[in-house]
C-alpha cells in the first residue's frame, strides 16, 4: 500500500475497526442473551445494528468516492424492491459486486436483510465478516459434499424471517477475470456448449439447491447484470477509499419464482439458459454503453449514511480523547509504541480486506475435463467443488 494512500485508508480503516468492533460487540450480547429468548427479536434489533456498521461503507462507496449506480429496470419492479423476499442473482463484474448490491438494498430499505452465500474464509475478516456472520450470511466451503447440508439448512432458517430480505449468489462461483473466461470458453467449446463472452458458465447445483428450498416463501428473483460503460474505470476497494470515482450500470429483472419449472434438471438449464441471456444482453451493453430494453430510474443519494458517519466520527474522537486523557497514552515512550503498533494493525487488516475484494487474488476456475455424453459442472475441482 503507498504512503499517499495510506494517508487515507489509515484514518478511515481506524474509525471502521473501532465502531465495527462496538456493533460486534453489542451483536454479541444481543446474541447471547435475545437470540435464545426470541429469534424474531433479534433479527430486528440486529438489521438495525448491523446497518450501523454497513452504512460506512455506503457512506464511502456515495459519499467518498462518489460511485453512481445507474439502475436500469421497470417501475413495477422498482416499486416492490425491498417489499418481498427475493433471491438475487448476478454476473461478478467488478471487485465490489457485493457493495453495489448492499447499495441498491439500502435504497429499497432492506440493508440489514440483506445476505449472501459466500465461501467460508469470508467469516473470519475482522469486524465485516464477524458481523456477517451474526447476520446469518451463509458461508460454504466449495465442496458440494459439505455445503449441500449447509444451504438446506440456512435456508431452511429463512422461512421466518421477520422482514423481507435480499439472498445474494454468485452462481458464476468465482469474480470474472480474462483468465478464467478463457477456461471458461474453452469448457464450453468442448462440451457443446454456447461460448461465454461476457459471464462465466454458472454452477447450478447452488442455485437448485436455493430454489428447491425457497419456492414456498420467497416469491421472485432478482436477475441482475452489472456492466461498467466505457468511460469509467472499474471499482475496486482500493480506488474507493482513496475516493475516486466510478460509474456502475445495473440492469435488473424480476422473475416470479412460481414461473420456474419444477424439475431440478429444468431449474438447472434456465439458469444456465440466464446467463447465456446475460451474455447477448452484456454485447449490447458493450455495443451501446447502456442498458438500452429498460428504463433509468432515478435512486438518489441518501443522507443517512452521512449522517451515521459523522455520528461514529463524533463519538470516536470523543471516545478517544477521554481514553487518552485516562490513559496518559501519548506520555510516554512506550505509550507511543503500543499506539504505532496499533496503527501498524490497522494498516496491515485493511490491506487484507483490499487484497481479500481483489477479482486476481480469488479462487481460479479449473475447468473439469470434458466426458462423452455427460455435462459436468465447470470450475469443478477434483474434490467437485461447488459454491
Known amino acids: ?6 494517508a487515507v485508508v489509515v484514518p478511515l480503516g481506524l474509525l471502521f475497526f473501532i465502531s465495527g468492533l462496538v456493533v460486534n460487540l453489542i451483536q454479541a450480547v444481543c ?6 429468548l426470541s429469534k424474531s427479536l433479534y433479527r430486528r434489533i440486529n ?3 448491523a446497518e450501523l456498521l454497513w452504512l460506512e461503507l455506503i457512506w464511502l462507496f456515495d459519499w467518498w468516492a462518489g460511485i453512481k449506480v445507474k439502475l436500469y429496470t421497470d417501475r413495477e419492479t422498482l416499486k416492490i ?5 427475493a433471491l438475487v442473482i448476478s454476473n461478478h463484474k467488478s471487485d465490489i459486486d457485493w457493495l453495489v448490491g448492499w447499495v441498491l438494498a439500502q435504497r429499497s430499505g432492506c440493508l440489514g436483510s440483506a445476505l449472501a452465500v459466500m465461501k467460508k474464509s469470508s467469516k473470519f475478516l475482522p469486524v465485516i465478516g464477524w458481523s456477517m456472520w451474526f447476520s446469518e450470511y451463509l458461508f460454504l466451503e466449495r465442496s458440494w459434499a459439505k455445503d ?3 444451504i438446506k439448512s440456512g435456508l431452511q432458517r429463512l422461512k421466518d424471517f421477520p422482514r423481507p430480505f ?6 458464476e462461483g468465482t469474480r470474472f477475470t480474462q483468465a478464467k473466461l478463457l477456461a471458461a470458453q474453452e469448457y464450453a467449446a468442448s462440451n457443446g456448449l454456447p461460448i461465454p463472452r461476457n459471464v462465466l458458465i454458472p454452477r447450478t447445483k447452488g442455485f437448485v439447491a436455493a430454489v428447491s428450498h425457497m419456492r414456498s416463501f420467497v416469491p421472485a428473483i432478482y436477475d441482475v447484470t452489472v456492466a461498467i460503460p466505457r468511460s469509467s474505470p472499474a471499482p475496486t476497494m482500493l480506488r474507493m477509499f482513496k475516493g475516486q470515482p466510478s460509474v456502475v450500470h445495473v440492469h435488473l429483472k424480476r422473475h416470479a419464482m412460481k414461473e420456474l419449472p419444477d424439475s431440478d434438471d429444468a431449474v438447472a438449464q434456465w439458469c444456465k439458459d440466464v446467463f447465456v441471456a446475460k451474455d447477448a444482453l452484456l454485447d449490447k451493453h458493450n455495443a451501446e454503453d447502456t442498458f438500452s430494453d429498460q428504463e433509468l430510474q432515478e435512486i438518489p443519494r441518501p443522507v443517512k449514511p452521512l449522517l451515521v458517519v459523522i455520528s461514529w466520527v463524533c463519538l470516536v474522537i470523543f471516545g478517544a480523547l477521554k481514553f487518552l486523557q485516562w490513559s496518559s497514552l501519548l506520555s510516554s515512550w512506550k505509550g507511543i509504541a503500543v499506539s504505532g503498533f496499533c496503527l501498524a494493525i490497522v494498516t496491515v ?3 487484507i480486506l483490499i487484497l481479500f475484494s481483489q477479482s486476481e487474488r480469488s479462487t481460479p476456475a479449473k475447468v473439469a475435463p470434458a466426458k462423452p455424453k455427460k455435462i459436468s459442472e465447470p470450475g469443478e475441482t477434483r474434490q467437485n467443488k461447488q459454491q
Open 148 to 150: 449441500e447440508g449447509t
Open 349 to 351: 487488516l485493511m490491506h
Open 31 to 36: 446474541f447471547v442473551t435475545i437470540k435464545p
Open 81 to 85: 424492491m425491498g417489499k418481498e423476499h
Open 1 to 6: 500500500m503507498a504512503i499517499a494512500a495510506a
Open 166 to 171: 435480499w439472498l445474494a449468489l454468485f452462481v
Open 47 to 49: 438489521k438495525e445494528v
